[in-house]
């Protein structure tokens, strides 16, 4: 069956790989084309007659007619689209919303159309061609992936709300579909606990060669999935069961019953399977990935920023498996394609969108220079500009990338950090605005209203590092708990990674009294800036000796 799975997918795989190396030998070319088409095609839309596009030769006329925009200086448009107003950014109205966390706690809603969803399946299928080039046993078993459910909501006129990678999992192609370990359905069970166990059923009931998950926590939990609740999946799969108690977890009624039940109807006792993982856990005295699947030739997962981090424990649980960088993706776009195991460079898919560069050192100029695919330079980095068909046009991701070198002629890039006042250890993405917002919240549950905080990523231990001063030490862990979950209900990110334990709790930390006025001062003399220009860094990326030495006599084992 996998095998008329892999001639399909080689023989459109050779197509993109030429189309991809001929953009690649000439990614100024490649650029051009691809935004003239895109701007002729979307001429007529109200987007499009504002910012003249049908007078716009080339990217200098580009720069000079569309501004640069962040989320909300796109939001009326995407607001007039979400209001059931066609014709407003591209002439193909949106197939869905994506969510994604805002600055605020209203989630942003990128458009999703069909010609963008269908570049999106080529550069799926460009990478998967690649991998299994280098690996040609990738398709000898099941390939397992977790998902979010493509449906989450709706927008005001009734387009559906949801996830991207939901979406795309769901609507591959039948072929493709025949080879997941864990069916889609499985996403839409709302208690996170009994999805993972559900999925983890699934995956290890099946024979997988293929491992794929953007965040290398989701496929740490998989191991510890496997370890904790070693004997029921193994009683499950003997007995033929989902391994949970779906009376527990049908909080909506009718409808979740109905998954369940249709979940069920999928699976019959493997008493075979069974046999072999008791086997296992009777050995190891758990279930481990690394011999459970044998066949498993490759994993997939980010490498770059914080998640490299995680990604350097997978080894522990899978064993020496081959990790390929799933590419620089977000709900916005896909701008990568790597092609070799354990970096976190690709190269840039120069014919598919159209992306500009400014200098991550000049972002904050008044009038930064704006470079092209063509015009950057090996080991800079930069802030990326993104154009695609679903109607984003130069718009302000806010993330940086590196260039790592050059395939062909394309810049290979490398996801860095989120840029400007962001953070991000799992793609949560909190803003400085949020972590505030939270901590204003928090103070005035516990009655201080002088509260003053600073959140450090422990990428390690998957959490954040609460520095806290105005809270007393018998308060200190209700305020912390007050700040999570008001931080749950600003990021809806924050929320899911925080359900699905792929984030833990803030670790409170508490500072000396004066800790912020100290901190305010030395920022002030030897950071440049004037006294009234300061704003308090809500966020640090990584601790310093001055905080470390700030920190409360005997409250931490950080210093």
């Given at each position: 069956m996998n095998h008329q799975v892999e001639l399909w997918l080689r023989a459109k795989g050779r197509l993109r790989a030429r189309a991809f190396d001929r953009a690649a030998g000439d990614p100024k070319q490649a650029q051009e084309r691809y935004l003239r088409t895109l701007l002729h095609r979307n001429r007529d839309t109200a987007f499009g007659r504002e910012h003249g596009f049908d007078s716009i030769r080339d990217p200098r006329d580009y720069a000079t007619r569309v501004p640069v925009r962040d989320y909300d200086g796109l939001r009326p448009w995407v607001e007039r689209l979400a209001g059931g107003e066609r014709n407003v950014l591209t002439r193909h109205p949106p197939l869905l919303f994506g969510t994604t966390s805002g600055t605020t706690g209203t989630p942003k809603l990128v458009p999703v159309t069909r010609p963008w969803a269908r570049e999106l399946r080529a550069l799926l299928g460009l990478w998967l061609y690649k991998s299994l080039h280098d690996h040609p046993r990738l398709l000898s078993g099941k390939s397992g992936s977790l998902v979010s459910p493509a449906v989450e909501g709706a927008a005001p006129d009734g387009t559906p709300t949801g996830s991207v990678s939901g979406l795309t999992y769901r609507s591959a192609p039948w072929i493709v579909r025949r080879t997941y370990a864990v069916p889609y359905a499985v996403s839409e069970i709302a208690d996170y606990d009994h999805r993972y166990l559900v999925a983890v059923r699934f995956l290890f009931a099946a024979s997988v060669s293929l491992l794929a998950a953007p965040n290398p926590s989701t496929l740490l939990r998989i191991a510890s999935e496997g370890e904790t609740h070693a004997e029921a999946i193994v009683r499950?799969?003997?007995?033929?069961?989902?391994?949970?108690?779906?009376?527990?977890?049908?909080?909506?009624?009718?409808?979740?019953?109905?998954?369940?039940?249709?979940?069920?109807?999928?699976?019959?006792?493997?008493?075979?399977?069974?046999?072999?993982?008791?086997?296992?856990?009777?050995?190891?005295?758990?279930?481990?990935?690394?011999?459970?699947?044998?066949?498993?030739?490759?994993?997939?997962?980010?490498?770059?920023?914080?998640?490299?981090?995680?990604?350097?424990?997978?080894?522990?649980?899978?064993?020496?498996?081959?990790?390929?960088?799933?590419?620089?993706?977000?709900?916005?776009?896909?701008?990568?394609?790597?092609?070799?195991?354990?970096?976190?460079?690709?190269?840039?898919?120069?014919?598919?969108?159209?992306?500009?560069?400014?200098?991550?050192?000049?972002?904050?100029?008044?009038?930064?220079?704006?470079?092209?695919?063509?015009?950057?330079?090996?080991?800079?980095?930069?802030?990326?500009?993104?154009?695609?068909?679903?109607?984003?046009?130069?718009?302000?991701?806010?993330?940086?990338?590196?260039?790592?070198?050059?395939?062909?002629?394309?810049?290979?890039?490398?996801?860095?950090?989120?840029?400007?006042?962001?953070?991000?250890?799992?793609?949560?993405?909190?803003?400085?605005?949020?972590?505030?917002?939270?901590?204003e919240l928090a103070a005035g549950d516990v009655h201080r209203p002088d509260v003053q905080i600073q959140l450090i990523p422990d990428a390690n231990s998957m959490r954040y590092d609460l520095l806290t001063e105005g809270v007393s030490s018998p308060e200190l862990e209700i305020f912390a708990g007050a700040f999570d979950r008001h931080l749950a209900t600003l990021n809806i990110e924050y929320d899911q990674k925080r359900a699905s334990r792929r984030l833990g709790p803030p670790n409170a930390i508490p500072m000396n009294p004066g800790w912020a006025v100290r901190h305010r001062q030395f920022d002030v003399e030897h950071g440049g800036k004037r006294d009234t220009q300061y704003k308090w860094p809500y966020f640090r990326m990584e601790w310093n000796e001055r905080n470390r030495s700030e920190i409360e006599s005997g409250e931490s084992s950080l210093r």
């Open positions: 499950a799969v003997h007995d033929g069961s989902l391994g949970v108690d779906a009376a527990d977890s049908c909080r909506d009624g009718h409808a979740e019953r109905q998954l369940y039940a249709a979940l069920d109807q999928e699976i019959t006792p493997d008493r075979a399977r069974a046999r072999d993982l008791e086997a296992a856990l009777r050995r190891d005295g758990t279930l481990l990935p690394q011999t459970i699947w044998p066949q498993l030739a490759m994993i997939g997962c980010w490498l770059g920023g914080s998640a490299g981090v995680q990604a350097r424990r997978l080894s522990a649980s899978y064993g020496d498996v081959p990790v390929r960088d799933l590419g620089f993706r977000a709900t916005e776009a896909t701008v990568t394609v790597p092609h070799t195991d354990g970096t976190a460079a690709g190269p840039l898919a120069v014919h598919i969108g159209f992306h500009e560069f400014v200098p991550e050192e000049q972002i904050e100029d008044e009038h930064p220079p704006v470079l092209l695919a063509h015009e950057l330079e090996e080991g800079a980095r930069y802030y990326i500009l993104l154009t695609t068909s679903a109607g984003l046009y130069r718009y302000d991701i806010n993330d940086v990338v590196e260039v790592h070198g050059f395939y062909r002629r394309a810049p290979e890039l490398a996801f860095v950090r989120k840029g400007r006042d962001m953070v991000s250890l799992t793609g949560e993405k909190l803003h400085s605005f949020q972590i505030a917002q939270a901590a």
